[in-house]
Each structure stands twice: as structure tokens, then as C-alpha cells.
């Protein structure tokens, strides 16, 4: 038989794999920019970004009063979050899969029905497309069921499991956009703080729910993106192995809340209901020994909670997140790559060995890049590249510590200070120059 | 030290335990599977299960599930000969999906470009926007 002699370097499937992570970050991110850019210039201040801004903080009000009020509400936020991770890790422990994966379907169907809905009669307004009702709600139907089943069947078309997820991403960020900025951005350090904390503590929920799911070598049902198992013909004797890898990222799915209300008063009770909880998720993956099983997939399911008000929906979406774990495995391979190079390393192991990353780090990762769309383009890039940079530096933190990781802090807290310093320092640089003709 | 295998020969312990080899390949190890993910999508067993659930869901009004029918079992229509049974089911999605988008797309068009002067006030009435600002779906307030 002819001998593979050429042995496809680590860097050629290294590079594949997280490609097949990043394209999608960077799909979604694009998404929301876009969105957030179209519907931001057509409509300027609608009246909902104004209800809920008023709830949390004022224009009118003074920097340290706008910075009380955005720390109270992301506070309450990671509380409301912590608590229903630790009841995801209950249901979980309890064994309550199957009501998880239907709350995981439910919540799916309230972001693309509703969310999406409120989202497509906003693009209809702004662009006055004459689409009739019936045809609109057949469409929205069916955008929603099949979104629904591509989430919730185990095996479906993997571009159609991708796409929808990826949408989902794409709305629940850019709901999360539409908080004021003060808020926005506490909340999104709290939140990587949080992801910190839940992951690395040994008492975090997310943690726990690793552990879980490592000690029963089971999948936790939730929202998180699979990539496509890339297939390494390193080891000939076994056709092609498969690398297990094990990503469990942090899902954040943050549901504003949109529909809370003007009217009412008590915006404190509110502000629980305003938050999303994120819950973390922890998978390990093991053994190739068991390639259909358990993967470590680890995923919260989306809880969404539907609050009625003025007969509008307000929903939150609970994500659990999982924390970054990189596991590799590969059974019995023997040929050059270092052994420990395959023992554990990888990112998030799905069932077929692909990487596996949470949809709370889409939805936030999208949310900073969208927020710096708001100011302009240059915070954008700026953003996009601290975020990918971030995502890499963590793969590798992966490889090195192979052990669940929080995938949230390094980007954002990387995206939020090259925010900062964009739109403090370089811009100013970059419209002098251009002023002086120095530099375009 | 090691042979080189096609993709399709990889024993690969998941859920789909072999192809259908393509009787009419000259080549030994020419396998088609059923769906489009090839050896990471379903058995045939599991896409005859499959193909049949979506195809009968699809008559909920969602054409859309047809069409995600047919792309997911794209190979069974190029090779319709492997898979009578999947077939018969996706060939039936196809006509459903095509003969569905015929009619919507062909009220939705007269709606859209005909306008007020065929329809009259109906049509003030069933357009999205007015309809969204009436029903208040997008203020939130």
C-alpha cells in the first residue's frame, strides 16, 4: 500500500480547527455591526432604547450616578445569573435532561420567533417593505420551527445547526446592544469576571457542572456551536484520527429586556427579571474510547424567561456557558506528534471530536464589538482584533493548563480596553494626521 | 508504517456504522451516504426515519422544512438508485417545497408590486408596517 509519508504538519490542522471557530465569531460579529449600523442610523433613539436607558440611568445624569446605576444593574445581573446556573446544575444533577432540552428548544423558539420577529418589523419599518401579514407570519413560522428543531434534534444538516446558531447569537447580542453604554460595558466586565469566577473556583456552578458531566460521561444539553471535526490522517493504522476536543465556553445569553416598561415604577424588581442569567458550562470531554457518547458537551440550556408586561414579552435567556477545556485525545497514535501533544488538548470536545464553543461567548463577544459600532468603525476593528487575539491567546491557554478555561475574560477585557484606548487615544491621533494630511 | 485510507473507509465508531456502497462504482471503495455530511450525518436506517418525519411535518405549512429535507439529503437525489425508500420521501419534499414557494411567492409578489390600485383598502390593511404600528408590536410602550 503506499505509505503516507507526508505527515500533515500540526500547524495545518491546528490552523483548519480554529478557523472553524473563528469564521463563525467573526460571521456573527459582522451580523450584529451590521444590524446595529442599519437600524441605529434609520431610527435614531427609538422610543424602546430610550424606556429601558431610562430605567437604569439617565442622560441627564452625572458620570458617577450613571456609573452607580450601571454597576447596580450588572450586579444584579451575575447574581440572577449565578443563581439559575446553580439551578441548571441542580436540574442536571437530578437527572431532569430531557426538561432541559425542552426549555433549551422553548427558549430557541421565544429568540427567533420573537426576538427575530421584533428585529425583521424593524428592517420592515426602516426600509418600508411591502410584505403582507400572512406571508410575513409564514415566514416567521418557519424560520422559527426549523431553528427549533435544528437545536434541538441531535442530528441535523451541520450548516443548518450552524447557521441557526449563530443566528441566535446574532439576536441575543443585538438585543444586548440596546442597553445603555455605562451598562453595557460594566456588565460585560462583570460578566468576565463572573466567567472567571465560575470556572477556576472549585464551587463555581459552571464547575461543577463540568464535573458532573464528567463523572457520568454526559452531554449537557445546551446551545453551543459545534465546528466541523476536522479529520487528521496522521495515524494511518487507524484511518484518519479523530481529535477530541473539549471546548466548553461560557454562553452568555443576556435577554434585555425589552419590553420593560416604561410605565412602571419599580424598576428594581425589575432588574432581576432585566438580567439574563449565564450559567457556565463546563464539559470535559474524554476518551475517544467512546467518540458517540459523551463528549464532553457541556451546555446550559437557554432559559429564557418570559415575563409578560403590558402585554409585551420580556424574556431572558439563560445561558449556560461553559468554561474553555481543551482536550485532545487521540487513541492510539503513534505516530511523530509528541505524546503529549495528544493526550489532552483541545478545545471543547463534541461528540465527533469537533470544538465546541458556547453561544455566551458569541452573544458577548458580538455584543463589544456591536456597542463599539455604535461610536464608529475604527473602535470596530479595533475590537474585532483584541476579541480574535483573545480567543487565541485562551485556545493556548487551553493547550497548556488542559483544563476547563473561561473563554470570556481575555477577550473582553481585551476588547474593552482597546476600546478604550481607541476612541480616547487613537482616535484623536488618526483625525489629527488625517487633518494634517499626514496620514489618511 | 501507515496506509492510507479514503474518507469514506474510516471505521468510524460514531453513528453511522457503513455506507451504501454504490453498486454501480467501478472503484472498490466508493461509498455514498445517505445525507450531506456524509460519514458525520445519519445511517440509513436513521435517514429513512428521519426523511420521513420531516416530510410529514413539512405539511404544517413549513416549505422551509422541505427544503432543509432536500439539502440534507442531497446525495439521495443524485443517487437515487442507493436509497429507493429515502428517496421517495425527498422527491416528494422537493415537489411540496417548489409547488408551496410557487404560490407564496406568487401572492406575495402580486401583493407587493399590485398595490393599493388592485386591492383596494385591504391593502392598508394587511401590510406589515401598518400592521406593526397599529398592533404597537414595535414600540414597546
Not at chain 1, 379 to 395: D, N, R
Request: some cysteine.
Amino acid at each position: 500500500m503506499a505509505q503516507n509519508t507526508r505527515r500533515p504538519s500540526i500547524l495545518e490542522s491546528l490552523g483548519q480547527e480554529i478557523i472553524g471557530i473563528v469564521v463563525p465569531v467573526s460571521m456573527c460579529m459582522l451580523m450584529v455591526v451590521i444590524l446595529v449600523t442599519v437600524l441605529t442610523s434609520n431610527s435614531s433613539s427609538s422610543s424602546s432604547v430610550l424606556t429601558i436607558a431610562n430605567i437604569i440611568e439617565s442622560s441627564s445624569d452625572s458620570s458617577w450616578d450613571k456609573f452607580v446605576g450601571a454597576l447596580l444593574y450588572s450586579l444584579a445581573f451575575v447574581a440572577f445569573t449565578t443563581v439559575i446556573t446553580f439551578v441548571l446544575v441542580l436540574l442536571f444533577y437530578l437527572r431532569y435532561t430531557k426538561f432541559l432540552k425542552i426549555y433549551m428548544g422553548f427558549s430557541a423558539f421565544l429568540v427567533l420567533g420573537f426576538m427575530g420577529g421584533e428585529i425583521a418589523l424593524f428592517l420592515i419599518k426602516d426600509f418600508s417593505i411591502p410584505i403582507d401579514c400572512i406571508t410575513f407570519l409564514v415566514l416567521l413560522f418557519n424560520f422559527a420551527v426549523v431553528g427549533v428543531l435544528a437545536v434541538f434534534m441531535p442530528k441535523m444538516a451541520i450548516l443548518v445547526t450552524q447557521g441557526y446558531l449563530i443566528i441566535i447569537g446574532m439576536l441575543a447580542a443585538y438585543w444586548f446592544t440596546l442597553l445603555p453604554q455605562w451598562t453595557t460595558w460594566v456588565l460585560l466586565v462583570a460578566m468576565s469576571l463572573y466567567d472567571l469566577a465560575a470556572v477556576l473556583l472549585p464551587v463555581g456552578p459552571l464547575r461543577l457542572l463540568v464535573e458532573l458531566a464528567i463523572s457520568r460521561d454526559e452531554d449537557i444539553p445546551a446551545l453551543v456551536y459545534e465546528a466541523r471535526p476536522v479529520n487528521h490522517h496522521d495515524s494511518g493504522a487507524r484511518g484518519g484520527v479523530v481529535r477530541r476536543r473539549v471546548w466548553r465556553e461560557r454562553r452568555n445569553d443576556n435577554s434585555n429586556v425589552g419590553a420593560d416598561s416604561n410605565s412602571t415604577a419599580n424598576s428594581g424588581s425589575d432588574e432581576s427579571g432585566d438580567s439574563r442569567s449565564n450559567s457556565n458550562l463546563n464539559s470535559n470531554e474524554i476518551g475517544d474510547s467512546n467518540p458517540d457518547g459523551c463528549t464532553a458537551d457541556n451546555g446550559h440550556n437557554d432559559a429564557r424567561l418570559v415575563r409578560a408586561e403590558e402585554g409585551q414579552n420580556s424574556e431572558r435567556n439563560e445561558e449556560l456557558s461553559s468554561p474553555l477545556l481543551k482536550q485532545v485525545q487521540c487513541p492510539g497514535q503513534e505516530d511523530g506528534v509528541s505524546s503529549d501533544s495528544m493526550v489532552l488538548e483541545g478545545i471543547g470536545l463534541g461528540s465527533s471530536g469537533a470544538i465546541k464553543l458556547g453561544l455566551g461567548d458569541f452573544i458577548f463577544y458580538s455584543v463589544l464589538v456591536g456597542r463599539a459600532a455604535m461610536y464608529d468603525y475604527m473602535t470596530v476593528y479595533a475590537c474585532y482584533l483584541a476579541i480574535i487575539a483573545g480567543l487565541g491567546i485562551t485556545l493556548m491557554l487551553l493547550s497548556l493548563y488542559q483544563k476547563a478555561l473561561p473563554a470570556l475574560p481575555v477577550s473582553i477585557l481585551l476588547g474593552v480596553i482597546f476600546y478604550f484606548l481607541t476612541r480616547f487615544l487613537l482616535e484623536v491621533f488618526v483625525v489629527q494626521c488625517s487633518l494634517n494630511l499626514v496620514m489618511f | 508504517m501507515e496506509a492510507s485510507h479514503t474518507d469514506a473507509e474510516i471505521p468510524n465508531p460514531g453513528p453511522n456504522p457503513s455506507p451504501r456502497r454504490n453498486p454501480n462504482s467501478i472503484s472498490l471503495s466508493s461509498a455514498v451516504w445517505p445525507t450531506i455530511d456524509g460519514p458525520l450525518g445519519l445511517s440509513e436506517e436513521e435517514s429513512l426515519s428521519y426523511a420521513s418525519r420531516f416530510y410529514k411535518f413539512g405539511f404544517a405549512l413549513l416549505p422551509w422544512l422541505w427544503a432543509v429535507n432536500c439539502f440534507y439529503f442531497w446525495p439521495v437525489l443524485c443517487h437515487r438508485r442507493s436509497f429507493p425508500r429515502i428517496h421517495y420521501y425527498v422527491v416528494r419534499s422537493a415537489i411540496g417545497f417548489t409547488v408551496f414557494t410557487a404560490l407564496l411567492s406568487s401572492w406575495a409578489l402580486t401583493f407587493a408590486i399590485g398595490g393599493e390600485h388592485l386591492l383596494g383598502p385591504v391593502w392598508d390593511q394587511l401590510v406589515m408596517y401598518n400592521l406593526a404600528d397599529r398592533l404597537g408590536l414595535t414600540s414597546w410602550s
